[in-house]
């Protein structure tokens, strides 16, 4: 079973006309998993993560500065290409939140995986920063939350996004218990992600891909490299960064991904969680901008998971 966390005000996050992380990339997503072949999801709202919860990865003033800057109206900019709206900080809370209570559902055993249908995305977002449409780093919120309430000892965070996962990148290398591994587009935004970075404890796995590879390479990546470190490291809790932007029709990069690719990889991981833990998996949507490539790919993920 498959359970899917949402909230209606993570559409009301509003980066501005013309921005690519506009409202309607929610909006497809959670229409495509309307459609009758998605009957069987189980649908929950998720709550506002807690400032407790947020500052376990995120430095605490950080937090406060950038609540206290959300606009009364009008929007304030974080970032070169990070901007909130009066929503934003509720957003963010709220995506963050999903990631919580996903692991909590998973972790007790009400589900063996969950989608977090969420937005603003995270894995961009520093210790200390806001950056790359990011706020909050939702799925590293799960992570810490896993271990902290759950205990869980080895969380692999894989991000299939093509942008590399700086932010996570940063707060899984200090922490061994921490497997982080990323295939994207290299070199390219946001510039990190070479095969030297490595993490303080020998726990992050970056497996970078060039402009214009496409299934085949994406799938090398996963089967020489990922998964055989997935396999190593054992975990006992499997966290996605879900971006759906290595789509060859996605405006922001050129990767040559298509549907199938991401079904695939689904299915794979899937595999490396059944091994070690029980198929548990969380699952968060990160990036993915046109939007029909974007409700596909989307689509595509949940249908593997729900068939768990
Ligand atoms: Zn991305």
Redesign the pocket.
């Known amino acids: 079973m498959t359970i899917l966390f949402s909230h209606p005000t993570c559409g009301f996050h509003n980066p501005g006309l013309g921005h690519p992380e506009k409202p309607e990339r929610l909006e497809v997503v959670l229409n495509a998993l309307n459609q009758p072949e998605f009957a069987g999801l189980k649908r929950r709202m998720a709550k506002p993560a807690t400032a407790e919860q947020i500052t376990r990865v995120h430095d605490a003033g950080h937090v406060l500065a950038l609540l206290e800057s959300v606009p009364k109206d009008g929007f304030t900019r974080v970032d070169a290409d990070t901007v909130m709206s009066p929503a934003s900080g509720d957003a963010a809370l709220l995506a963050a939140g999903a990631a919580i209570a996903a692991v909590d559902a998973v972790m007790k055993g009400e589900t063996a995986n969950a989608f977090c249908a969420v937005r603003p ?1 995270g894995h961009h977002a520093e210790p200390d920063r806001a950056m790359g449409f990011c706020l909050f780093n939702s799925v590293a919120v799960g992570a810490a939350h896993a271990e902290a309430v759950h205990g869980v000892k080895r969380i692999a965070i894989v991000d299939f ?3 590399h996962g700086n932010g996570t990148q940063t707060m899984a290398s200090g922490r061994a218990n921490w497997l982080y591994a990323s295939t994207h587009q290299y070199p390219y935004y946001p510039g990190t992600g070479s095969v030297r970075e490595r993490g303080e404890y020998d726990n992050v796995v970056n497996a970078p891909l060039a402009a214009r590879d496409g299934g085949a390479e994406f799938r090398a990546a996963y089967n020489e490299v990922i998964i055989p470190a997935l396999d190593r490291f054992r975990p006992e809790l499997l966290m996605l960064s879900a ?1 759906f ?1 290595g789509h060859f029709r996605d405006p ?2 050129t990767l040559m991904l298509e549907e199938d690719d991401f079904a695939w990889v689904t299915e794979a991981l899937m595999g490396v969680a059944n091994r070690h833990c029980g198929g548990r998996i969380v699952s968060l949507l ?3 901008y046109d939007l029909n490539a974007l409700a596909a790919s989307a689509a595509a993920h949940v249908r593997v998971l729900m068939a768990a």
Do not use: N
């Open positions: 995305p996004d093509v942008h971006g932007d922001l990069a990160e990036g993915g």
